[in-house]
């Protein structure tokens, strides 16, 4: 059985096509599966569209201001609630659109892997290079990491997005859950990490699964308006997520790692804040 989680919010063509994808897949790989799918707070109808589907399926009401973060952490709580030691949590992204062969391919590598966390890599509908998958850490810096690229065999990995991964039920309880103190961002990259601290093996499955285009890098409208959108609640630079990221990751470093954080994200901005004024 597997048991896929997601969260959601005013977005329900893009939620719909991605659950009948996976049911599409899951048909095709032969295997069981359920939706707990936690909506936010959605006012376009998602929740109706999606109940109108007729499969095997959850829906946990948000009242608006959870993000990604605590919406997948209570997703994935709800999922877990009766779970059998053969199941597996697959978590996406509803901007995802899965091949016929995605879970056959994740299936697949898991057999051959047994307890490992397994990553989905997701390419750029255009230019098929990869968008999200697994990442190898990449110099001293807490959130310094590289994005592996598209590969014919199983590639371990440090860590990952959140957009497309297979987590054995045992691997999910030893972990002890998605970290919803995190707002938007980092809940992802501090799973993968923690799997890692437990021994728990990370790979990315051969070849890739599906596409989803990388998110805009930020608004338009000069440099100030893009560093706020940086440090709000949905943003890489969110302050009290980047705290709780790097305490966690590097307890003895973390205040210079912060401060790190910001000068970077300014230093490649400067130029531009230097021409708007």
Not at 146 to 166: E, K, M, Q, W, Y
Not at 249 to 256: D, F, G, I, Q, T
Request: with cysteine; hydrophobic share 45%; glycine share 10%.
């Amino acid at each position: 059985m597997i048991r896929a989680i997601v969260a959601c919010h005013n977005r329900r063509a893009l939620t719909v096509r991605a659950v009948l994808g996976l049911a599409l897949a899951a048909r095709q790989a032969d295997v069981a599966i359920e939706f707990t799918i936690y909506d936010d707070g959605s006012t376009d109808g998602t929740a109706g569209a999606l109940l109108d589907l007729g499969l095997h399926l959850t829906i946990v009401p948000g009242a608006g201001s959870d993000f990604w973060a605590l919406s997948m952490a209570r997703a994935e709580a709800h999922a877990l609630i009766g779970a059998n030691p053969g199941d597996s949590v697959f978590w996406f992204n509803d901007d995802a659109e899965f091949d016929a062969n995605a879970l056959s391919v994740l299936l697949r590598c898991a057999r051959k892997h047994p307890g490992a966390v397994v990553v989905g890599a997701l390419r750029d509908p255009t230019t098929q290079v990869v968008t999200y998958g697994g990442f190898r850490r990449e110099g001293w810096h807490p959130r310094s990491f590289r994005l592996v690229p598209i590969a014919d065999r199983s590639t371990p990995v440090d860590t990952f997005n959140g957009n497309a991964v297979l987590v054995p039920i045992a691997a999910a309880r030893r972990v002890g859950g998605i970290d919803g103190g995190f707002s938007h961002s980092l809940a992802d990259i501090d799973y993968g990490l923690r799997c890692r601290w437990l021994s728990i093996p990370v790979l990315v499955a051969p070849g890739s699964i599906g596409t989803c285009a990388r998110n805009p890098s930020g608004p338009a409208g000069g440099v100030r308006r893009k560093w706020r959108q940086f440090i709000g609640v949905t943003g890489g630079g969110h302050f009290a997520s980047t705290r709780r990221f790097v305490r966690r990751h590097e307890p003895a470093k973390w205040p210079a790692a912060i401060v790190v954080t910001y000068l970077l994200w300014w230093s490649r901005h400067f130029a531009a804040l230097v021409q708007s004024t």
